[in-house]
């Protein structure tokens, strides 16, 4: 059984029967008492912050996962079909696992998925990913002082806030996470 002496950012541990990933751990040693270790827990399903304080020494369960290369095929109901990058083995992974990101996600892209045994934890899509814009209003000639926005549908027909001097057939590099424009790709 490992204790708090393992502890390393990135750890993943069971902690009150969920998942949590170590964000950030500060071994602490007071003038009285016992040492603790003061830490930044974050839970790998709902996305929770928490902090939490552990007794030095104190036992922890950690969990050993396994990170896959997978490629996202296509969208089949409330599910989205993966292929395997080594076996090609194909499966159905639900959509809340992909979080808010999905929208932006195009088929062929390439996401991480953990695994606990043959348990899915969490998926991971990639941060930043470009996509064409297929849908917008004209852009004009000097449209970039004023600093106001407009929407812009891309190719997964996501819609998305985009500068004025955005044009139809445009390709943008999107944040998943946020769901913004970051900046238009040159290609």
Do not use: W
Request: with cysteine; charged share 30%.
């Amino acid at each position: 059984m490992a204790d708090t002496s393992d502890f390393r950012n990135g750890l993943i541990i069971k902690f009150r029967n969920e998942l949590y990933t170590l964000v950030e751990f500060q071994h602490v040693k007071p003038g009285k008492g016992g040492a603790f270790v003061r830490t930044t827990l974050k839970n790998l399903k709902t996305g929770r912050v928490l902090e939490n304080t552990f007794r030095s020494g104190e036992s922890i369960d950690i969990v050993r996962v396994e990170r896959k290369k997978y490629q996202y095929l296509y969208r089949e109901g409330d599910f989205l079909v993966c292929m395997d990058n080594e076996t090609y083995e194909q499966i159905n992974i639900p959509r809340e696992y992909f979080g808010d990101g999905v929208d932006y996600l195009k088929e062929s892209e390439e996401i991480e998925i953990l695994f606990n045994r043959d348990d899915i934890i969490t998926v991971e899509i990639p941060i930043f990913v470009n996509l064409k814009v297929i849908e917008t209003e004209p852009g004009f000639r000097g449209d970039t002082a004023t600093g106001a926005n407009k929407p812009a549908r891309l190719e997964t027909g996501a819609s998305v806030n985009v500068p004025l001097f955005i044009n139809v057939d445009d390709v943008l590099k999107i944040d998943t996470r946020t769901g913004g424009y970051v900046e238009r790709v040159k290609l």
